[in-house]
Structure formats: structure tokens, C-alpha cells
């Protein structure tokens, strides 16, 4: 089983639980204060991105269903 279960919320965020580190693009790692479980926007909408503060409500539509990718290429 995995240390960290990412959820991907219909009509929402990106929920993150487990053990992690988020960091920005240049190594920085984000103080989340002990938080166990965040949520990502994935709207655009959210004055506190890259996390969510719940403004995709009524803005943002995605039923989240699971699928299959397709195979890696390989070169």
C-alpha cells in the first residue's frame, strides 16, 4: 500500500493524504504545518494556489472516473 493516496474530487481539488513534501519549482519545500491530508486547486480559481480554498464552487465541472492509461512509449 502507499504512503501517499492522492483523490481526485469531481467538481474540485486534488486531495493529497499520507506521508509528503510538496516543494516549488526550485526545491523550496512549503511549511504546511504538520498537515497530513491538503487539497490542490485544479480550477485556476484559488487566491491561495497551488492549494485550494474552495472557490471552484459552482465555477468548475469534472466528473472524476478512473481509467487506464495507455502503454509508455518506449524510443
Excluded at 33 to 39: D, K, L, V, Y
Excluded at 41 to 69: I, Q, T, Y
Amino acid at each position: 500500500m502507499a504512503t501517499t493516496k492522492i483523490t481526485v474530487n469531481s467538481n474540485g481539488s486534488l486531495k493529497v493524504e499520507g506521508d509528503f513534501e510538496v516543494v516549488d519549482k526550485n526545491g523550496n519545500v512549503y511549511n504546511l504545518q504538520g498537515r497530513e491530508i491538503i487539497s490542490f486547486c485544479r480550477c485556476g480559481l484559488s487566491k491561495n494556489k497551488p492549494f485550494c480554498d474552495g472557490s471552484h464552487k459552482g465555477h468548475f465541472e469534472h466528473e472524476a472516473v478512473a481509467f487506464d492509461l495507455p502503454p509508455k512509449k518506449t524510443v
